[in-house]
């Protein structure tokens, strides 16, 4: 190929780009007709790109756990007695070679409805585990766990069988979850074991939570802001998690973050022909090489220290990221947002805006060791409440459930199940709610980033 710049010398780094692989038919006709890997390595390019366009295509991975059996008689006059998963148990062979086997003798599937179930099988759910109960009647678990389901029977644990006085004595004491949540039961046990005892339940709301909260109205409201900290960095409480139909995500945008990546960006994209230090060995013995022109908007430099050609984006995490858009998405760092909403916003796939996420952040850091301006991002970071729960006492992660009728997030306590808007429940536990962050898509790749410089 003709260089297709003659100004621009062949750059001497040794650092080799590999043109992109073109995906022509008869590559695409390779796809899961054998595992990714090996079509990979048949095309000499990475199987995470051959699983990308594979999965761009709407083709179903290369089913590797058809593994060959040798079948004998008596192993095929045994497909179609039963569904394919309980033959598969007993011959001790994956699931996917039955149902293939059987597809190439021509036998019709035995589906999950041959069960008819009579008051002895029922009888026996619950006994045992529903895989136990399968394999004794012939038929999969989930039929087993549908029907016992359907008649509100507590699945099968050890635990539950051992009923000592001393843990029945707790039933009705409190309500079935909180009592579970002690004895480390499903709620489900609880309540059965109850009943067949003929123990009422404890009212789950013995009084209403509005009387209560009258009640305690003279107490003083803890001072808190809508944005609470969690290890430094801010959210908004009220701000959804999600987009569901009618979302507004309220504009967050930090304007000092977003001023200050402006400026580092300028810099980094300036046409400025006085040369920086080295980025590569940091050494000051540098010369302007070239000066920005047609395709290269941005100026060129080489270190005479370890003759590297270089301009002012290399050495930075921004190296080959789409210049066009990044003015925008700064301004969506800062927004509590998920990928996704910024994604569709900027007309870029969701995988552009995780791998720019990733990036701005770990440049923060380089800029700012600290940690104070990577902390102002929020883009597809999420936090949960934490406080105690005024009704039972837990301390930790409540629920975000919906909004009270004056608008505010209503919490939901996991351990007993009453929901409190956040005022009141800050009112009652005299505390203000923190926010703990329970999802960073970023955080993996920013932490083997600072571990390894
Ligand atoms: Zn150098
Ligand atoms: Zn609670």
């Known amino acids: 190929m003709a260089n297709p710049c003659p100004k621009k010398r062949l750059p001497s780094t040794p650092r080799r780009i590999r043109p992109p692989f073109v995906w022509t038919a008869k590559a695409d006709a390779l796809l899961g007709t054998t595992t990714d890997a090996a079509i990979a390595a048949r095309l000499q390019i990475l199987p995470e790109s051959v699983a990308m366009r594979r999965r761009k295509l709407g083709i179903a991975p290369f089913n590797t756990a058809v593994v060959w059996v040798a079948w004998t008689k008596k192993m095929d006059a045994l497909l179609g007695t039963a569904p394919d998963p309980v033959i598969a148990a007993q011959l001790r062979i994956p699931a996917p070679s039955v149902g293939t086997r059987r597809r190439k003798l021509g036998i019709a599937q035995v589906g999950n409805a041959v069960v008819k179930w009579t008051a002895e099988m029922d009888a026996l759910l619950g006994t045992a585990s ?206 509590q947002i998920p990928y996704n909403v910024a994604a569709r916003r900027l007309g870029v796939s969701i995988d552009a805006i995780q791998n720019w996420a990733k990036k701005f952040r770990i440049w923060l850091l380089q800029l700012d060791p600290t940690g104070k301006w990577e902390k102002k991002v929020r883009l597809g970071i999420k936090a949960r409440p934490h406080i105690r729960c005024p009704r039972c006492g837990v301390d930790g992660e409540k629920y975000l459930n919906g909004y009270m009728p004056n608008g505010e997030r209503r919490l939901c306590c996991p351990a007993c199940g009453t929901a409190f808007g956040i005022s009141d429940a800050e009112r009652l536990a005299q505390e203000a709610v923190r926010l703990e962050v329970f999802h960073d898509p970023g955080k993996a790749a920013l932490d083997t980033e600072t571990s390894d410089s």
């Open 130 to 335: 529903d895989g136990t109960i399968a394999s004794q009647l012939g038929c999969i678990p989930e039929t087993v766990g549908e029907r016992r389901h359907k008649l509100r029977i507590a699945r099968f644990s050890t635990a539950a069988l051992t009923w000592t006085k001393q843990r029945e004595a707790l039933l009705g004491t409190d309500t079935d979850p909180a009592i579970a949540k002690k004895l480390d039961l499903s709620p489900g046990q609880v309540r059965l074991r109850r009943q067949s005892l003929g123990i009422p339940t404890a009212k789950p709301h013995p009084e209403a939570l509005k009387k209560i909260i009258a009640r305690s109205g003279a107490l003083p409201v803890p001072s808190q802001s809508r944005a609470t900290t969690s290890t430094g960095r801010q959210f908004l409480i009220d701000q959804p998690h999600v987009q569901r139909a009618r979302t507004e995500f309220a504009d967050t945008e930090d304007m000092a973050l977003t001023a200050y990546l402006e400026r580092e960006l300028a810099e980094v994209y300036s046409k400025s022909l006085h040369p920086p230090s080295c980025p590569y060995c940091r050494s000051r013995r540098t010369i302007l090489q070239q000066k920005p022109h047609g395709c290269h908007p941005l100026p060129r430099f080489a270190c005479r220290t370890c003759k590297q050609n270089f301009n002012r984006v290399a050495g930075t995490p921004l190296f080959r990221l789409r210049a066009a858009k990044l003015p925008l998405f700064i301004r969506l760092l800062s927004q």
